[in-house]
Protein backbone atom coordinates (compact mmCIF):
# COMPACT_ATOMS: atom_id res chain seq x y z
CA UNK A 1 0.00 0.00 0.00
CA UNK A 2 1.31 3.25 -0.81
CA UNK A 3 2.29 5.15 1.96
CA UNK A 4 0.22 8.00 2.34
CA UNK A 5 0.03 9.62 5.72
CA UNK A 6 1.99 9.24 9.24
CA UNK A 7 0.39 6.21 11.12
CA UNK A 8 -0.99 7.24 14.40
CA UNK A 9 -1.04 6.66 17.88
CA UNK A 10 -2.80 3.87 18.91
CA UNK A 11 -4.47 6.30 21.24
CA UNK A 12 -5.66 8.24 18.65
CA UNK A 13 -9.45 8.08 18.07
CA UNK A 14 -11.63 5.58 15.82
CA UNK A 15 -14.24 8.21 15.00
CA UNK A 16 -17.33 6.38 13.34
CA UNK A 17 -14.98 3.61 12.11
CA UNK A 18 -16.78 0.55 10.92
CA UNK A 19 -16.26 -3.01 10.64
CA UNK A 20 -18.50 -5.32 8.04
CA UNK A 21 -16.03 -7.78 7.27
CA UNK A 22 -13.14 -7.63 9.84
CA UNK A 23 -13.32 -10.64 11.78
CA UNK A 24 -11.21 -12.80 14.05
CA UNK A 25 -10.32 -15.83 15.19
CA UNK A 26 -13.39 -16.25 17.31
CA UNK A 27 -15.35 -14.73 14.04
CA UNK A 28 -18.17 -15.18 15.20
CA UNK A 29 -29.95 5.24 18.29
CA UNK A 30 -30.38 6.48 15.76
CA UNK A 31 -33.57 8.62 14.82
CA UNK A 32 -35.95 7.80 12.46
CA UNK A 33 -35.63 10.87 10.42
CA UNK A 34 -35.47 10.85 6.73
CA UNK A 35 -32.06 12.03 6.21
CA UNK A 36 -29.20 10.03 7.29
CA UNK A 37 -26.25 11.37 9.53
CA UNK A 38 -23.41 10.00 10.40
CA UNK A 39 -23.41 8.18 14.00
CA UNK A 40 -21.47 10.46 16.39
CA UNK A 41 -20.14 7.43 18.49
CA UNK A 42 -16.34 8.67 19.52
CA UNK A 43 -14.54 5.09 20.07
CA UNK A 44 -12.74 5.02 23.71
CA UNK A 45 -8.92 4.94 23.10
CA UNK A 46 -7.87 1.59 22.04
CA UNK A 47 -4.48 0.51 23.95
CA UNK A 48 -1.61 2.41 25.36
CA UNK A 49 0.56 4.25 23.22
CA UNK A 50 2.31 2.35 20.53
CA UNK A 51 5.08 4.51 19.70
CA UNK A 52 8.36 4.69 21.22
CA UNK A 53 8.67 7.74 19.38
CA UNK A 54 6.09 9.52 17.25
CA UNK A 55 7.36 10.80 13.68
CA UNK A 56 7.53 14.20 13.26
CA UNK A 57 9.26 15.06 10.11
CA UNK A 58 7.30 13.54 6.82
CA UNK A 59 10.68 11.41 5.90
CA UNK A 60 10.12 10.06 9.77
CA UNK A 61 6.05 9.87 8.79
CA UNK A 62 7.14 7.51 5.54
CA UNK A 63 9.92 4.84 7.30
CA UNK A 64 6.45 4.57 9.54
CA UNK A 65 4.52 3.90 6.53
CA UNK A 66 7.20 1.54 4.81
CA UNK A 67 7.58 -0.24 8.33
CA UNK A 68 3.68 -1.04 8.02
CA UNK A 69 3.29 -1.78 4.75
CA UNK A 70 6.06 -4.25 5.44
CA UNK A 71 4.50 -5.94 8.49
CA UNK A 72 1.27 -6.14 6.21
CA UNK A 73 3.05 -8.16 3.52
CA UNK A 74 4.28 -10.25 5.87
CA UNK A 75 1.58 -11.03 7.17
CA UNK A 76 -0.33 -10.96 4.44
CA UNK A 77 2.55 -14.14 2.71
CA UNK A 78 3.23 -16.04 5.68
CA UNK A 79 0.39 -15.74 8.85
CA UNK A 80 0.63 -13.26 11.68
CA UNK A 81 3.44 -15.19 13.72
CA UNK A 82 5.73 -14.98 10.66
CA UNK A 83 5.49 -11.10 11.48
CA UNK A 84 8.50 -10.57 13.99
CA UNK A 85 10.77 -7.62 14.29
CA UNK A 86 13.51 -9.25 12.40
CA UNK A 87 11.33 -9.70 9.43
CA UNK A 88 9.51 -6.66 8.88
CA UNK A 89 12.50 -5.10 8.77
CA UNK A 90 13.88 -7.64 6.56
CA UNK A 91 10.93 -6.67 4.33
CA UNK A 92 11.26 -3.30 4.70
CA UNK A 93 14.80 -3.92 3.55
CA UNK A 94 16.21 -1.52 6.49
CA UNK A 95 17.77 -2.02 10.05
CA UNK A 96 15.78 -3.68 13.04
CA UNK A 97 16.93 -0.87 15.01
CA UNK A 98 15.21 1.72 12.69
CA UNK A 99 12.00 -0.28 13.75
CA UNK A 100 12.96 -0.16 17.76
CA UNK A 101 13.10 3.96 17.00
CA UNK A 102 9.59 4.15 16.13
CA UNK A 103 8.06 0.74 18.09
CA UNK A 104 8.70 -0.75 20.96
CA UNK A 105 8.30 -4.17 19.66
CA UNK A 106 6.36 -5.96 16.83
CA UNK A 107 2.87 -5.95 19.15
CA UNK A 108 3.13 -2.19 18.72
CA UNK A 109 3.18 -2.17 15.02
CA UNK A 110 0.19 -4.71 14.56
CA UNK A 111 -1.50 -1.93 16.38
CA UNK A 112 -0.54 0.45 14.73
CA UNK A 113 -1.60 -1.36 11.60
CA UNK A 114 -4.92 -1.86 12.67
CA UNK A 115 -5.33 1.63 12.93
CA UNK A 116 -4.84 2.13 10.12
CA UNK A 117 -6.70 -0.08 8.57
CA UNK A 118 -9.55 0.70 10.74
CA UNK A 119 -9.54 4.31 9.55
CA UNK A 120 -9.67 3.04 5.87
CA UNK A 121 -12.53 1.49 6.52
CA UNK A 122 -14.41 4.46 8.08
CA UNK A 123 -13.69 6.64 4.78
CA UNK A 124 -15.52 3.38 2.88
CA UNK A 125 -18.35 3.65 4.84
CA UNK A 126 -18.24 7.53 5.05
CA UNK A 127 -18.84 6.68 0.94
CA UNK A 128 -20.79 3.89 0.55
CA UNK A 129 -23.65 5.01 3.68
CA UNK A 130 -26.09 7.58 1.47
CA UNK A 131 -27.73 10.26 2.96
CA UNK A 132 -30.89 9.33 1.79
CA UNK A 133 -31.88 5.98 1.08
CA UNK A 134 -35.54 6.71 -0.56
CA UNK A 135 -36.03 5.84 -3.44
CA UNK A 136 -33.08 3.92 -3.86
CA UNK A 137 -33.51 -0.18 -5.07
CA UNK A 138 -32.64 -2.07 -1.93
CA UNK A 139 -30.92 -4.58 -3.98
CA UNK A 140 -28.39 -0.93 -5.08
CA UNK A 141 -28.48 -0.19 -1.80
CA UNK A 142 -26.78 -3.61 -0.72
CA UNK A 143 -23.94 -3.20 -3.61
CA UNK A 144 -22.65 -0.28 -2.20
CA UNK A 145 -22.30 -1.26 0.73
CA UNK A 146 -21.32 -4.59 0.29
CA UNK A 147 -19.21 -4.39 -2.62
CA UNK A 148 -16.20 -2.02 -1.71
CA UNK A 149 -16.00 -3.80 1.31
CA UNK A 150 -15.27 -7.11 -0.70
CA UNK A 151 -12.66 -4.88 -2.65
CA UNK A 152 -11.05 -3.88 0.84
CA UNK A 153 -10.38 -7.51 1.75
CA UNK A 154 -9.59 -8.39 -1.95
CA UNK A 155 -6.70 -6.11 -1.50
CA UNK A 156 -5.76 -6.25 1.93
CA UNK A 157 -5.15 -9.70 2.28
CA UNK A 158 -3.47 -9.02 6.22
CA UNK A 159 -6.67 -7.38 7.35
CA UNK A 160 -8.25 -10.78 8.46
CA UNK A 161 -5.07 -11.90 10.30
CA UNK A 162 -4.42 -8.25 11.88
CA UNK A 163 -7.62 -8.74 14.14
CA UNK A 164 -7.58 -11.67 14.53
CA UNK A 165 -4.79 -11.17 16.68
CA UNK A 166 -5.18 -12.87 20.56
CA UNK A 167 -6.48 -10.32 23.30
CA UNK A 168 -3.57 -9.23 25.88
CA UNK A 169 -4.06 -7.23 28.83
CA UNK A 170 -6.15 -3.89 28.83
CA UNK A 171 -3.04 -1.88 28.92
CA UNK A 172 -1.21 -3.88 26.25
CA UNK A 173 -0.81 -3.11 22.60
CA UNK A 174 -1.70 -6.58 21.86
CA UNK A 175 -5.66 -5.70 23.13
CA UNK A 176 -5.46 -3.03 20.29
CA UNK A 177 -6.99 -5.25 17.26
CA UNK A 178 -9.45 -6.71 19.50
CA UNK A 179 -10.59 -3.65 20.99
CA UNK A 180 -10.78 -2.13 17.41
CA UNK A 181 -12.42 -4.84 15.83
CA UNK A 182 -15.65 -4.89 18.45
CA UNK A 183 -15.89 -0.95 18.01
CA UNK A 184 -15.53 -1.18 14.22
CA UNK A 185 -18.43 -3.82 14.08
CA UNK A 186 -20.62 -2.31 16.90
CA UNK A 187 -20.04 1.29 14.67
CA UNK A 188 -20.94 -0.60 11.74
CA UNK A 189 -24.49 -1.72 13.73
CA UNK A 190 -25.10 1.84 14.24
CA UNK A 191 -24.82 2.91 10.76
CA UNK A 192 -27.07 0.31 9.45
CA UNK A 193 -29.64 0.86 12.41
CA UNK A 194 -29.89 4.68 10.77
CA UNK A 195 -30.38 3.36 7.35
CA UNK A 196 -33.12 1.37 8.24
CA UNK A 197 -34.56 3.95 10.20
CA UNK A 198 -34.54 6.40 7.30
CA UNK A 199 -35.69 3.49 4.92
CA UNK A 200 -38.89 2.25 7.14
CA UNK A 201 -39.80 4.48 9.99
CA UNK A 202 -42.16 1.99 11.47
CA UNK A 203 -39.37 -0.02 12.50
CA UNK A 204 -39.55 -0.17 16.46
CA UNK A 205 -36.20 0.64 17.76
CA UNK A 206 -36.00 -3.10 19.09
CA UNK A 207 -36.52 -4.82 15.80
CA UNK A 208 -34.19 -2.09 13.94
CA UNK A 209 -31.45 -2.94 16.15
CA UNK A 210 -31.92 -7.19 16.00
CA UNK A 211 -32.05 -6.45 11.73
CA UNK A 212 -29.06 -4.20 11.74
CA UNK A 213 -27.03 -6.86 14.30
CA UNK A 214 -28.00 -9.45 12.03
CA UNK A 215 -27.04 -8.03 8.47
CA UNK A 216 -24.20 -7.05 10.19
CA UNK A 217 -23.29 -10.56 11.22
CA UNK A 218 -23.78 -11.84 7.90
CA UNK A 219 -21.87 -9.77 5.99
CA UNK A 220 -18.66 -10.02 8.88
CA UNK A 221 -19.35 -13.74 8.29
CA UNK A 222 -19.28 -14.21 4.76
CA UNK A 223 -16.63 -11.78 3.69
CA UNK A 224 -14.49 -13.50 6.26
CA UNK A 225 -15.55 -16.48 4.79
CA UNK A 226 -14.78 -15.00 0.99
CA UNK A 227 -11.10 -13.65 2.05
CA UNK A 228 -10.30 -17.69 2.95
CA UNK A 229 -11.14 -18.75 -0.35
CA UNK A 230 -9.82 -19.64 -2.98
CA UNK A 231 -10.25 -17.12 -6.14
CA UNK A 232 -12.61 -19.22 -7.91
CA UNK A 233 -15.24 -19.39 -4.74
CA UNK A 234 -14.92 -15.44 -4.42
CA UNK A 235 -17.64 -14.56 -6.68
CA UNK A 236 -20.34 -16.81 -5.92
CA UNK A 237 -19.30 -15.95 -2.21
CA UNK A 238 -20.61 -12.44 -2.91
CA UNK A 239 -23.59 -13.08 -5.07
CA UNK A 240 -24.77 -15.38 -2.05
CA UNK A 241 -24.04 -12.73 0.56
CA UNK A 242 -26.07 -10.38 -1.73
CA UNK A 243 -29.34 -12.26 -2.22
CA UNK A 244 -29.03 -13.31 1.59
CA UNK A 245 -29.14 -9.73 2.50
CA UNK A 246 -31.78 -9.16 0.21
CA UNK A 247 -33.87 -11.89 1.08
CA UNK A 248 -33.59 -10.97 4.93
CA UNK A 249 -33.75 -7.46 4.46
CA UNK A 250 -36.27 -6.94 1.94
CA UNK A 251 -39.47 -7.65 3.83
CA UNK A 252 -38.73 -5.66 6.60
CA UNK A 253 -36.98 -2.76 4.62
CA UNK A 254 -39.50 -2.48 1.88
CA UNK A 255 -42.57 -4.42 3.21
CA UNK A 256 -45.49 -4.40 0.92
CA UNK A 257 -48.28 -1.66 0.64
CA UNK A 258 -50.96 -2.77 2.74
CA UNK A 259 -53.71 -3.56 0.44
CA UNK A 260 -57.02 -1.96 1.16
CA UNK A 261 -60.15 -3.99 2.74
CA UNK A 262 -63.55 -3.85 0.88
CA UNK A 263 -66.68 -2.99 2.91
CA UNK A 264 -67.63 -6.72 2.74
CA UNK A 265 -64.18 -7.68 3.89
CA UNK A 266 -64.52 -5.12 6.71
CA UNK A 267 -67.62 -6.71 8.41
Known sequence: MPAKRAARSATGTARGTTLSGASGANEDVPTSGAVLTTPGTTADAPTADAFRRRPRQSRGQARVELLLDAAAAVIAE????????????????????????FFPNRDAVLAALALRYADEMRAIH???????PHGVPLDRLIDRIVKPLAEFHDTHPAFRRVFAT???????????????RAQLFESFVDRLDVLFAARNPTLTTRDRRR???????????LLARRGRAVAADKKPLLDDLRRILLA?????LDPPAAKSRSPRQKR
Open 211 to 221: VALVAASLGQS
Open 78 to 101: QGLQAATAEAIALRAKTAKGSLYQ
Open 126 to 132: ERAFPMD
Open 166 to 180: VEGPADDTRSAPTRL
Open 248 to 252: YLQPV
